[in-house]
């Protein structure tokens, strides 16, 4: 910790690519920071964090031999998600919190969604049944970028037409 190493786990592409499982229980009972990654689109065809918390912790159980107890939890996984993002950046205290003096990157769920209503285990549900159709808004550095189903400040349209144009120069060589 002293050299403020982080461990950035991304399981879709470790298991498509076929590399091994990472020894996250033993990372993490040695006091490792541990960031969930997505890495990218080639290596992984979801970039989604919400899957990519469940396929971190069902990994894991999956591979079996493992004492019960030592698997990572659902609260593991958000903390991976959120403040083991943080420190992958190298952001002291500006990420990964909700407190005065943070950048106010936020999610806001609707909560009557079917996959949070009822809030039986809101840690279980958002890992393991939430892949994003419950999200309302989403905030970085206090700025809406995502609202609704809307994008404000992005050309949705204008970068869809970019990659079709993209792929068929692509397919024409």
């Not at 470790?14 to 080639?42: E, F, H, I, R, Y």
Request: glycine fraction near 12%; proline fraction near 5%.
């Amino acid at each position: 910790s002293q050299h403020r190493a982080v461990v950035v786990h991304n399981p879709h592409s470790n298991a498509k690519l076929g590399v091994g499982l990472m020894p996250l229980p033993q990372m993490l009972a040695a006091g490792c920071a541990v960031a969930l990654g997505t890495d990218g689109a080639s290596t992984n065809d979801t970039l989604d964090v919400h899957e990519t918390m469940a396929l971190a912790l069902l990994l894991q159980r999956a591979a079996g031999g493992v004492d019960r107890s030592s698997w990572p939890t659902t609260g593991d996984a958000l903390a991976m998600a959120r403040q083991g993002g943080a420190a992958a950046l190298l952001e002291d205290g500006a990420l990964g919190e909700i407190r005065e003096g943070a950048w106010a990157d936020l999610t806001f769920y609707d909560p009557t969604s079917p996959t949070l209503c009822p809030a039986n285990d809101l840690n279980q549900q958002l890992v393991f049944a939430e892949r994003g159709q419950s999200v309302r808004r989403v905030m970085v550095a206090g700025r809406t970028v995502y609202a609704d189903g809307a994008w404000p400040g992005l050309d949705v349209a204008g970068a869809r037409q970019v990659v079709s144009q993209m792929r068929g120069a692509r397919g024409s060589g």
